[in-house]
């Protein structure tokens, strides 16, 4: 089924972008149609790898239909591909405690047993946690470590990771989510959750391909 494009600005609605894993599509990707190129290309964290971004926000209604998908996606990918999650928080002080908490999740060691429930409770359950005590209080409802959440969603570590988070925000030029970002470079686009993940895959490979060594001419001469 295709979705409407919708976005989400800083003040509203965001692009409902999301998608399943499939085998990338035989035809040539277009610029500006399957994918735009970032004007400044940006470093990446993983030397060896090719890194794929999502920037995400637990605030946001289509992250959270776009996250058992790409749960599903990210079980598939290949060795030579990693995936970074960012979460911004586009100066919404309510979406800023949501970046705090994915990163004290971070800390606590308990993100791969909430990540999804939050999205969940937010979104399906209706649960208003949008502030530090709230959260606190899930965690540890949830079976998570609340004092471990607690003290790192206070620390300077976190406060560091947020305020990198809002800078990449900034300089990978993110004005709707879910956005996916192939090696600093390329960000997918796509008008239905299975184009934009066909997208990122196509760009996976275009990547590898560029960073495979030149082939040498069937007729060179041996080197000595």
């Known amino acids: 089924m295709r979705i409407r494009r919708r976005v989400m600005t800083l003040a509203g609605c965001l692009l409902a972008l999301a998608a399943v894993s499939g085998v990338p599509a035989a035809r040539a990707q277009t610029e500006a149609t399957d994918y735009k190129v970032l004007p400044v290309p940006q470093p990446t964290e993983s030397p060896g790898k090719i890194e ?32 970074r999650r960012v979460p911004v928080g586009f100066n919404r002080p309510a979406w ?17 047993k909430l990540d999804g429930a939050l999205f969940h409770a937010i ?32 620390s300077f570590g976190v406060n560091s990771l947020t305020v990198q988070a809002d800078k990449m925000t900034e300089d990978y030029q993110v004005t709707s989510i879910p956005t996916m970002v192939v090696n600093g470079k390329y960000v997918a686009q796509g008008n239905t959750f299975s184009e934009l993940i066909a997208s990122t895959d196509k760009l996976i490979a275009k990547a590898r391909a560029e960073r495979a060594p030149a082939a040498a001419p069937k007729n060179a001469a041996p080197r000595k």
């Open 123 to 154: 979104h399906q359950e209706q649960l208003p946690l949008f502030e530090e005590q709230a959260l606190e209080e899930w965690v540890g409802k949830s079976g998570g470590h609340a004092d471990k959440f607690a003290s790192a969603y206070a």
């Open 96 to 112: 800023v405690n949501l970046q705090r908490a994915y990163f004290a999740l971070q800390a606590s060691g308990d993100l791969a």
């Open 52 to 83: 794929v971004i999502e920037f995400f926000s637990y605030g946001c209604p289509h992250c959270a239909e776009f996250f058992p998908l790409l749960s599903s996606w990210l079980g598939s990918l290949p060795k030579d591909v990693v995936l």
